[in-house]
């Protein structure tokens, strides 16, 4: 005779399949009652990857009470989303929402679509600049938010900030085309409050990196800046970002070229010691005559500055970089001599 499993030693099988689809559909087939337990993990992420992939959804649960979104806590959207939005609206329990790039539909039909969304990611190019903040700003538990902008000009003008915001108390991720969003941001009347901030952008555009850093001053914990399209050929740089008023500041990153060596050293200058812990540094190094001409004059001072960092204030440096040559050893000691004679770790990966 078999007895069968109390459903609290059941559930918990289930639970440690979660990560196993093909498993999690084999219980589904081996008795009814682990269905809903099987169901919980089988749909918690949710790719709408296409216009058919919608209609199958759709026709697979045409009645809503018994729709498995309530399991649903990751969507992702990809596909056109039809004009009826009533099967979209069964995802009440979602808590990340992806919009991807080739989305077409009007983004109304998604404002408020869960109160528990604290992450929010963005990846369009083809709807107007208003329609993508008012979306954002229809989710007021919103905490993290990443905007893949691939917009080159604004289109902000006109738009009015609405009377109250999310609370973005997580990670900002934005890349390519800032200025519109930072301004968008920076209207808003609850102010900003992320404890990471992660920007990649354009040099040009530094000026709106500068005014989202000052915006989260008071909260910031990490901060990472990578100023893309950046010409070596012509060595300008804007002015360092002020740290001084980041009391938080725990962790500070960026992704550097050769001109702006010394925009990182005069950036990191303004730091908060007593609150630094760790300094990262990514980067492509490609030893030609230009590279050993600068790295006596520009890593010198960085060297000197990080290993003062290390020694008296316990402030961790890492450096992080790719190289075409091929003793790989030869990179860190030539960059960072000083803080490889004190024992500092600089990983050099090859770059293929």
Known sequence: MSWPLPPEVSDLIIDCLCNEPATLKACCLV????????????????????????????KAFPDPSNSPAHHTRDLRIFGEI??????????????????????????????GLSPTIKYLDIAHSCLP???????????????????RCRKSESDSDGWVAPSTSPKFTGTLFLTREIRSVARGLLALPGGLHFTSVDLICPVEQAESA????????????????DYCQYDHRSPRMPPPLDLSHMAKLKHAEFHFRIPNVRWIVATLETAKTDTLQQITLHSSIFFNNEVSEVIHREWQDMDHLLARLWTSHSIVP??????????????APVLLPKLVNMGVVCKVEKYE
Not at 34 to 41: E, Y
Not at 131 to 145: A, K, Q
Not at 210 to 225: N, P, R, Y
């Open 31 to 58: 008795s009814k009652s682990w269905v809903p337990r099987a169901r919980k993990h089988l749909f918690a992420c949710v790719p709408l990857e296409d216009a058919d992939y919608i209609r199958l959804w759709m």
């Open 82 to 111: 039809p004009a009826d939005n009533q099967w979209i609206r069964v995802f009440r329990r979602i808590e990340k929402l992806y919009v991807g790039d080739y989305t077409k539909a009007s983004l109304v039909q998604l404002h």
């Open 129 to 147: 600049f208003a329609d993508i903040f008012d979306l954002v700003c229809s989710f007021p538990l919103l905490e993290d938010l990443t905007w």
């Open 210 to 225: 500068m005014d989202l850093v000052s915006g989260c001053s008071e909260t910031l914990e990490s901060l990472c800046i």
């Open 318 to 331: 890492e450096l992080k970089s790719t190289s075409r040559i091929r003793n790989l050893g030869f990179a």
